[in-house]
DNA sequence: CTAGAATCGGAGTCGTGACTCCGATTCCCT
DNA sequence: AGGGAATCGGAGTCACGACTCCGATTCTAG
């Protein structure tokens, strides 16, 4: 119930330097890095990390909404193509590519007892409709299994994500766990 | 180099039981519980633990290697099944619901900068070579898409893995995310 | 049974990293 | 420009957890 005053504008600078630091911080060191590495990142003092993140779960928090909120603005902007079923194929395999980051961060927050549902029914809801939306039309279309579910293919999305990951760098096997996957969900 | 004279009666047997505590431990509280916890739960003395397993990072190893062991016995077990296709099947499907906790214990490895691949190519083989029979037999039987190699697989089981964890409690959901990637890997 | 070696237990050390505090600095309204 | 409020920086605090050390205990060879 804080009344919101609109930050000063440096701050709110420092505010979008940080996440940003985050960001990068947490995809390469890790999520187990430091806060201090972080502020360097950033370019700032570990005192301004944690004005704006009172809480290094906080900030991970912070980290993996705006994640969330990049891929649910790129489903829906996928939602007007042509052919439904290639556009669910593409964004599928888009998303999985894009979240292997994701990923440790989730399970660093789902570590330290945060409740990712809660989480995920924040913000996470734009991700849900905008797939819900790409799903049905390809199902519709009779491209994708019709037992298949919004969270049930967020499941797989997720689990995909871990298999690319162990696939490696071999790009080859990359695009083959991808594609088993697409051949499972896809009808017939 | 050192000259592994056989342990002590007590010594093995204390050894073993750090070795069940760490694994139950790891499994409810996550890689992150202290050596203490452990300590506690094998009825034993942190020496002790340090003693067996010199760092953390050695337990979590020996914890891995342990589940990866029963899961080749496990697989070795099933590769004189009449039905190849079947046999196949039926081991992913086990081996995806019984993996959730090696999952974070590779994650905690790999975090912790151990190199997988070494340790799998130590005692990781025999699972790799028990899953190359099964998946040579299910593929020569043409139940299996011709594409696949093993390394190909292991990273599915892996994805498939978390895909279940995201999947939660819901057994048709699950369920439904292991046949989803039966069918992506079946031929045709 | 007994000596001596191997093992155990757990208090204490040490390093690390999250988080606090307050003087110094920067911003913005008039 | 000027002053007061909002922010910043980063040294310092504190808790926690991995790992060490050594007297006490337990095993086993003879």
Redesign the pocket.
């Known amino acids: 119930m804080t009344a919101d005053?609109p930050?000063?504008?440096?701050?709110r600078r420092?505010?979008a330097k940080v996440l940003e630091a985050a960001e990068t911080v947490f995809a390469t060191r890790g999520t187990?890095?430091?806060?201090?590495e972080i502020a360097q990142a950033a370019?700032?003092?570990?005192?301004?990390v944690?004005?704006?993140f009172?809480?290094?779960?906080a900030l991970l928090e912070a980290v993996f909404l705006s994640r969330l909120d990049r891929l649910a603005a790129q489903l829906r902007a996928a939602a007007d193509q042509p052919d439904p079923g290639r556009a669910f194929r593409e964004q599928i395999a888009l998303a999985v590519d894009a979240s292997p980051a994701k990923n440790a961060i989730a399970d660093a927050l789902a570590a330290a007892g945060v409740e990712l549902d809660a989480v995920k029914a924040g913000v996470g809801t734009g991700v849900r409709d905008a797939l819900d939306l790409l799903l049905r039309r390809a199902q519709s279309a009779g491209a994708v299994r019709a037992d298949l579910d919004v969270p049930t293919v967020m499941a797989l999305l997720i689990g995909a994500s871990y298999g690319v990951e162990a696939a490696g760098d071999d790009r080859g096997r990359r695009a083959l766990v991808i594609n088993v996957l697409l051949d499972g969900m896809s009808a017939g």
């Open positions: 005053r930050l000063r504008a440096d701050a420092n505010r187990g890095a430091s806060t201090e370019g700032v003092g570990i005192g301004t944690f004005r704006h009172p809480t290094k779960e």
